[in-house]
């Protein structure tokens, strides 16, 4: 029974060793110097008070080191999960800011709930629905919108509201009102944390400009000149219990937690499967899904908000040289001793500088280096198969970025997600189905595709195609239509090589009854070749039971025999 309680909790310290534990010190402190600043810059983005940043950090970072698999990742609050926070808790139409801060908690809990249940149902295998390009594109989408978002305070403008575009637009209108000695402070501690991270990257550039930025207002007195600061923080730590929210709001948050939680777990799995795949450890998807479950519902408890994954602290945690969770349990320490007596500190820090926090955090994420690479993943022959779906992940990546943009980023995201889905569908509606030549290798023969290898002769009498994908109802005409175009009047015998055809379904099966049939009017036999054997199966035995096929090995036997 212990033995199994050891199974179950803190799996990243089991085998630990007192040699760690300086090592994870260091990682922590690391951590934490960077947690702080970013936990009160991404509570904005969320729309909610600065210290609920650290108010999520303390039992998230627990709980996902007592549920998680990973032995580096470091769960807190997040821009991408920030944002959609924000986006999700406008959609609810709060009446007052209580009523968006009790949202916002409302939905902390419901995706932790969500989590944990996903968890214990096993169904840690729904990340693979977003893929690395829609992915991709989300974030930079993302990423962007919060830099829009973030930009009228770094120069004292105010804030519309709105889609991206909304945001640009009233940005712009916006220019001939910018606050001299704000865009100073916000454009000197942005150019601090960037040239900080570019030339002494173990400096914690964030923390640096926070505290350089809280000199400033107190040395100078920034706010007599305009200067807008964070203000006053609570003191102390949160209180234990649920929002104020009846149970038809709860439900109302159902919906769109179900994409907060599969974005967050999407990411945070990303973050945690790099490490351990550099430390040569496992990621077990499920516990991944519950430990971001019982991080989230701790979160709620204590009226956080929505936390993940964090690719670029884990990254922190990780060069630090951190051994385990161990690190992330200290940082959860040391953020208890920041709310109870550190938050006064942060009070005089300008929103400028909390601006640039965020814009530096997320800056790099607007990757679209990565969308040349994707456009760049072609060839002339993928081009004359697919045409435009030949380049089916840059239109994915492409196609959620302006979903978000122009949409929101949930609407983003299941547009990437359908965009993904339907190139796919068209891909598989129209599979390559290459003429075959044979090579002959010393005894050995290959067939091989003859446009390929145009110096292959191929014979009239003898038509050998490869169908490459599954044969089933939303192709079968296409693959019936193209063996028919490739007829020659001197065909004698169609072979089809199987051998690349990993699944068929009846409607594929009955094609090839029907095409048979049709060929044996013009006197022409058509054999099936290839040692696939859901595909032989049901190929035998699709219409009465009795083989209606007779599937050679090879497709040399295919065109030998009688």
């Known amino acids: 029974m212990r033995e199994r309680a050891g199974v179950l909790l803190f799996p990243s310290l089991r085998g630990y060793r007192k040699a760690w534990l300086r090592k994870d010190l260091v990682a922590a402190l690391t951590v934490w110097a960077v947690l702080v600043p970013e936990s009160l810059a991404y509570a904005t983005i969320a729309g909610v008070s600065p210290v609920v940043g650290l108010y999520a950090a303390v039992p998230a970072l627990a709980l996902y080191a007592a549920f998680g698999s ?176 009846g149970w038809g709001e709860y439900l109302g948050l159902v919906g769109p937690a179900v994409g907060v939680l599969l974005i967050g777990f999407a990411e945070g799995l990303g973050a945690a499967k790099t490490y351990a795949a550099r430390e040569h450890y496992e990621i077990d998807a499920n516990r991944e899904l519950i430990g971001m479950g019982a991080a989230n519902l701790g979160s709620g408890l204590v009226n956080g908000m929505v ?96 979903g978000v943009l122009l949409f929101d980023t949930l609407p983003g995201l299941f547009i990437g997600i359908a965009l993904s889905v339907l190139t796919l569908l068209y891909r598989a509606s129209r599979p390559h189905v290459p003429v075959l030549a044979r090579e002959d290798r010393g005894g050995d023969a290959l067939w091989l595709d003859a ?26 005409d296409f693959v019936r239509d193209r063996i028919r175009g490739l007829l020659l009047p001197e065909t004698q015998l169609v072979v089809i090589d199987a051998e690349t055809t990993p699944f068929i379904d009846v409607s594929g099966a009955s094609m090839l009854v029907e095409l048979r049939d049709e060929l044996a009017l013009r006197g022409i036999r058509l054999r099936l070749a290839g040692q696939t054997g859901q595909v032989r199966d049901i190929i035998r035995t699709s219409r009465t039971g009795q083989p209606v096929f007779s599937v050679h090995a090879t497709v040399d036997d295919a065109v030998r025999a009688e």
């Open 307 to 402: 936390v993940n994954g964090s690719l670029s602290k884990t990254a922190v945690n990780g060069a630090a040289g951190a051994k385990s969770q161990v690190s992330t349990i200290i940082v959860s320490g040391l953020t208890v001793i920041t709310l109870l007596l550190l938050t006064g500190l942060f009070e005089n820090l300008p929103e400028a500088v909390l601006a640039a926090v965020v814009i530096a955090a997320v800056i790099d994420l607007v990757d679209f280096a990565a969308l040349k690479r994707l456009w760049r993943v072609w060839t002339q022959p993928l081009g004359d198969i697919y045409r435009r779906a030949a380049r089916i992940d840059f239109i994915a990546a492409v196609g959620t970025m302006v």
């Open 451 to 476: 446009e390929r290898h145009p110096s292959l002769d191929t014979d009239p009498t003898v038509l050998v195609v490869r169908v490459e994908g599954g044969l089933f109802f939303a192709n079968t």
């Open 70 to 245: 990973s032995r580096h990742l470091v769960v807190a609050s997040m821009s991408g999960t920030a944002a959609l926070s924000a986006s999700v808790v406008a959609g609810a139409a709060p009446a007052d800011a209580d009523a968006y801060a009790a949202l916002t908690v409302g939905l902390a809990l419901v995706v932790g709930l969500l989590g944990i249940v996903a968890g214990l149902c096993r169904l840690g295998f729904l990340s693979a629905f977003i893929s690395e390009p829609v992915l991709k594109g989300f974030i930079i989408g993302l990423a962007l919108t919060i830099i829009v978002g973030q930009v009228p305070a770094l120069i004292g403008v105010d804030k519309p509201s709105g889609s991206f575009v909304e945001k640009t637009w009233g940005l712009l209108g916006e220019l001939g009102d910018v606050h001299g000695p704000t865009l100073a402070i916000g454009a000197a501690a942005l150019a601090l944390i960037l040239g900080l991270r570019r030339f002494v990257p173990r400096v914690p550039g964030s923390l640096v400009a926070v505290l350089l930025g809280i000199l400033a207002v107190t040395a100078f007195d920034l706010q007599e000149r305009g200067i807008e600061i964070v203000g006053h923080i609570d003191a102390g730590l949160p209180t234990v219990g649920l929002p104020d929210m």
